[in-house]
């Protein structure tokens, strides 16, 4: 199934039959229960920007953490950033340069109609001890979240699970808009050092990297019971 932007600003819903939709009408949809009779993972989403650039979203699960929510995740990386302007992962997501770039740069680009419906997530980590938390509308994945359930994030990625759609590596493969495959960030440090945050490479493998290198940004967002 697919999802289109027409020009008037309507979602384009194309399943076995197409209709017009706007996000507010799959907010009710979530908010009454019945997104799986309106989405299934692996849908795609496409919209505008505010400037103008066409992305799609792909739905990556859903009541995943809980009940009535929905979790999309780009289809292609958005651009190119680093996670810190240093080589460090001290403080996590939550102290991460990477979170406020999303915030300030990535966030204030999407549709009024899309972030107002948008579910802040809080992201919880416990480093070396350390619990660290951040509320994030947009956000990366975890380590978990794309490969499942590991040693080497166990603690970190606090109670975290696979999406269904990153189950495969060809599901983890992410490109540029200039189609170039490229890797990305996730947003789980490497905590046996304190330079590094996992990422996923441009053959779907996960590996570590420096968190001062310009990586490709991978947003992901809930729409969940509740919010407005």
């Not at 399943?15 to 309106?38: M, P």
Request: glycine share 6%.
């Amino acid at each position: 199934m697919r999802i289109n932007t027409t020009n008037n600003g309507e979602l384009r819903l194309t399943k076995h039959y197409d209709t017009s939709l706007s996000w507010n009408l799959l907010k009710s949809a979530v908010n009454d229960g019945l997104i799986y009779e309106l989405l299934e993972v692996g849908d795609r989403i496409t919209f505008n920007l505010k400037d103008d650039k066409v992305v799609s979203v792909i739905v990556a699960a859903i009541n995943l953490y809980e009940k009535n929510s929905v979790i999309f995740v780009f289809d292609d990386l958005l651009r190119r950033h680093s996670m810190n302007n240093r080589a460090t992962n001290n403080g996590g997501w939550a102290k991460s340069g990477m979170a406020d770039y999303m915030e300030k740069a990535i966030l204030p680009l999407l549709p009024k109609n899309l972030a107002d419906i948008i579910t802040p997530r809080m992201i919880i980590q416990n480093i070396n001890g350390t619990e660290h938390k951040r509320e994030s509308k947009l956000w990366l994945p975890s380590l978990t979240e794309v490969i499942g359930e590991n040693d080497m994030t166990e603690e970190c990625d606090f109670k975290d699970k696979q999406f269904p759609i990153f189950k495969t590596k060809k599901g983890r493969v992410k490109s540029l808009e200039d189609g170039k495959t490229w890797c990305y960030w996730l947003r789980s440090p490497y905590v046996d050092d304190s330079k590094f945050f996992w990422n996923v490479g441009n053959n779907g493998n996960n590996r570590i990297t420096s968190a001062n290198y310009s990586d490709g940004i991978c947003p992901c967002f809930m729409i969940a019971k509740g919010s407005k």
